[in-house]
Each structure stands twice: as C-alpha cells, then as structure tokens.
C-alpha cells in the first residue's frame, strides 16, 4: 500500500510494450463499487475471495503483462503460489513511514489507524520477501531486474551468490582480464568454480576456432553455467559458446568494459566473426544474469573508455536525458536499463530494436570503406552520430565535445556503396534511425541528403 505500483506498473508496460493490469481498479470495476465500500458491505473475507479469482485470472492470461497487485493479495495462499509459478514478481520497497504518510486519509480500509498500518506492513512483509524475485526502487531497477542485469560497484566480489543454481562454472576471460579480475572472480565463485578457459583479447576471440576450442574444453552438465569475465569480445564468444554447447546452457556476462557493461552484456546477441564479416554465426541467448561492477571500469585504458562513451551518447540521444554527465554507476545503470527494455520489448530484433542502431548506419559504411582497419568502431559512430543528428536538424555539439570525432581518410564511393546495401535498406531506399521531437524514428531520406551527410565525415 502507498508503494506506488499505480504510477511505476504504466510507465513499466509501456516501455516493456506489454499491457499494464491494475488489479485493483479492474476489481472496483467489475464489482461496480469502490473498495473502501465493499469492504464495509461484505468485509475483507469476502473482498479476498474476489481478489483471488482476478488476480489467477491475470496472471494465467496466455501474454505477457503487466500487473500492479493489491497490497494484500499476497496473504492468499493461491495467488503466491501463481505468483511462484507463473510471474516474475518484483516488490517495490517503501518504508512503512512513507507508505503511511502516502496512504492516511486516502480512505483505504486497511489505513486508517497508525498502529495496526505498522503491524500490517510488518506481516505482510515476510510474504512479500518470500515471493519476491527482485527488490526494487523505481523504474530502473525493474527494468533493469526484468532484464536479469544487476549492477553495483562492487558486484564482482558478490558473483558467487549472483550466478543463479548451484550447478559448476566454466569460468571464461582473456589473459589481460583475467589478470586483473580472474582471482576475485574466482575467489567469489568458490566451490562452484569446475574450470577456468582463456579467449584472445579483443576482436580475435570471435572465432571459430576459438567456439571450437572452448567446446572441446567444456566439462559441463546441462546445469553448468559459463561465466563471462571480460569485454564484449569475450562475453560474445562465450554467450555464443553457451548458445551451442549441448544445444544450450545458461550463461553469465560479467562485463569490464563500457562497452560490454552498456551494450553488448545486455539484450542476448552473441555471435562470432566469419572471414566474410562480423557477427555473422551467433544466436540470441539471453543471459541469466549480468553482473556488472563499474569499479572495473577504473582499470580501462582511455581509448577504450571512449569507445564505450559513443554508445553511451548514442543511449543519451536516444533517452533524451544528458546520460552522459552522470558519474560511471549511474551512467552504466542508466544506459544499460534503456537497452534492458528495449531488448525485452523487441528480443529478437524484429523491430523496435533497430533504434539502437542510431549512427551505425553511417558507422558501418565507414568502418568497410576503411576495409576494418584504422577506424575503432567507437570512432566510427562518433560519426554516425554526427550525420544522424544533422540530418535530424539537431545540434551536434555534444557529440563534438565528449567524443571528438575527426573526418576520416576513406574512399567515398566505397563508403556510398557500402551504406547503400546497409541491412535496413528496404526496396532499394535506405532507413535511416533519426531523432524527432516524440524521441527515434526509422525513416528513409533522399539519397542526396543522405550523400552529403555522409560525406561530410569524410576527409578530403
Ligand atoms: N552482443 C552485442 O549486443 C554487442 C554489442 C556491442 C558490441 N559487441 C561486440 O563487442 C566487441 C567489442 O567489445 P569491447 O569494446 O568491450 O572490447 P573487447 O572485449 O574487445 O576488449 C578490448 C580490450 O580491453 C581490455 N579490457 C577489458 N576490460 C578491461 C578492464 N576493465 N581494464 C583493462 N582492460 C580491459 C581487454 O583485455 C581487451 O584488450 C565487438 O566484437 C562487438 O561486436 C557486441
């Protein structure tokens, strides 16, 4: 009561893209009064039995939704064990204080004397720690506790108890990781750790050859869990190895850079490069967690700082709040809940996923104009962006300032080819991401301007 589940339970909804149920309000509705009424009438026995009856019916409906329970829908037997089976239920703290303050003279029946709202909230507070899945604040947290990502500094010391089950680990990293972080990681892991396998640093651990390797070393059962310690490189070759090895296990993304920890921890690509292009053998496998600790980030070289920091004003662009500012936990736990729900409104990139593609169209033209070499593809979508934002008429000063981007000596007919036969292109026109003022749209522009957008970023 007073959490505040009727403000948060929209915004959640419409940003996850499902249905939001109110259950109270539905109830009210359907038993043509208002509940401090009902409960006068016919008294809460009777009022519980109602309650029971809509709130199995939500949470049996065939999709997924959104539900904002009553306060004491937890004190019936059937609706926590639906809770159990069916939901993934996240309690939205309140001290008892607030929920008092919020819920006094509101005319809940429950709220009317301060001594026994005390004792209610201490009851109830046993059966909400017995079905919660998650403990949440606010909006953030529950999308970030939907995704499975959990991010706090310190969190590394935590991953024992944070990588879900009991099964062993296979514990994955490449050699400058793992020197750094490899003994806290296993320290926490404890006895759960089985092995420990190296990868390559950087885009070299994407291979075939590697997935290969990594398959062979496995000794895990279908409850083992492989544990990625790492950049996105190691987290995309290990979730791609998770992916496969005896056609999937559950996986865990403990991403060290910026890039990892706003990016490619979250959503559940994984994929291996091909000698034809990048990315082109993976699978969706969403991790069971990310477990992200932005202390890590403290050992990160400046460059590779900076290639994380394009995706994050790529995020803030998107968000339409300044992200950038924020210091590194809140930015990384910030970036990482908008990429949270956008993958879980979208999870297998069939739509409203493209969106994160703002920049990258540009970015990719540039980065096989420069045939892969000499350009960062941090730098290339500092950019894109730049191209994105001119061509939606806003400033580009934001960009300038924090990622510096400096046109690049490639060819352009090479780089107008390869934008031409970019993946969103559709009939022949090419879908650009761009920003208008009710925030991402896809959208396809002349050619002409889409030209000279491009070549702008290019050197003479
Ligand atoms: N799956 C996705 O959704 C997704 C999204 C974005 C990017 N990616 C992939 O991620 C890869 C790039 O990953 P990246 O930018 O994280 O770099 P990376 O994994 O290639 O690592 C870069 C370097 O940083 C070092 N490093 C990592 N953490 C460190 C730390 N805390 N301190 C010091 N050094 C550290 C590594 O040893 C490595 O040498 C690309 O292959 C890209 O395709 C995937």
């Keep these: 009561m007073g959490a505040g589940k009727s403000t948060l339970g929209p915004r959640v909804a419409e940003l996850l893209g499902r249905p939001f149920i109110d259950l109270d309000r539905d109830l009210e509705q359907d038993l043509g009064t208002t509940i401090p009424e009902f409960f006068e009438r016919r008294g809460e026995t009777a009022f519980r039995m109602q309650e029971e009856g809509h709130a199995i019916a939500a949470l049996r409906l065939p999709d997924p939704a959104v539900i904002a329970l009553g ?22 703290e309140v001290d008892a204080e607030t929920a008092w303050r919020r819920s006094a003279g509101s005319g809940r029946p429950l709220a009317q004397d301060e001594s026994e709202f005390h004792a209610l909230y201490e009851r109830r507070r046993r059966l909400y720690d017995e079905i919660a899945d998650a403990h949440v604040h606010d909006l953030d947290d529950v999308l970030l506790a939907a995704a499975g990502v959990h991010v706090h500094v310190g969190a590394l010391e935590s991953l024992g108890s944070l990588v879900p089950g009991d099964g062993p680990v296979a514990l994955v990293s490449d050699p400058h990781v ?3 972080y490899g003994a806290a990681a296993q320290v926490a892991l404890g006895s759960r750790l089985a092995s420990v396998h190296e990868v390559p640093q950087g885009e070299d651990a994407k291979t075939a050859a590697v997935a290969e390797r990594l398959w062979s070393e ?24 998770a992916a496969t090895y005896l056609r999937s296990v559950a996986w865990v993304a403990a991403p060290t850079t910026l890039v990892g920890q706003v990016d490619a921890a979250i959503g559940g690509k994984t994929a291996i490069d091909l000698p034809q292009g990048k990315n082109l053998v993976g699978a969706f496998h969403w ?11 403290e050992t990160l070289p400046e460059d590779q700082r900076l290639e994380g920091m394009a995706e994050v004003v790529k995020t803030g662009l998107l968000a339409g709040e300044p992200l950038w500012d924020l210091p590194a936990p809140q930015l990384v736990q910030r970036c990482a809940a908008y990429k949270a729900a956008v993958c879980l409104r979208d999870p297998a990139d069939r739509g409203d996923r493209a969106v994160l593609n703002l920049g990258h169209t540009f970015a990719h033209a540039l980065e096989a ?29 934001v960009v ?13 007919e090479r ?13 022949g026109e090419v879908r650009l991401v761009l920003l208008s003022e009710h925030g991402p749209v896809v959208e396809g522009r002349p050619d002409a301007e889409i030209r000279s957008a491009l070549d702008e970023l290019i050197a003479e």
């Design 218 to 241: 496995l000794r895990l059962d279908r409850d083992g869990v492989v544990v990625a310690l790492g950049g996105g490189s190691t987290t995309d070759v290990a979730g791609f190895v």
């Design 178 to 180: 793992g020197g750094i």
């Design 287 to 297: 991790p069971v967690r990310a477990v992200i600790d932005p202390s890590t980030l």
């Design 71 to 92: 306060g004491g829908a937890v004190q019936t037997p059937s609706i926590r064990h639906e809770l159990r089976d069916r939901a993934f239920t996240v309690l939205l």
């Design 369 to 397: 104009a420069a045939g892969y070499e000499g350009l960062t593809h941090g730098r290339a979508v500092a950019l894109g962006l730049l191209a994105a934002l001119r061509l939606s008429g806003r400033p580009v000063d």
């Design 400 to 412: 300038e300032q924090l990622l510096q981007p400096k046109p690049v000596r490639v060819d352009r």
């Design 415 to 427: 780089a107008w080819e390869a934008l031409r036969r970019d993946k969103k292109a559709r009939r």
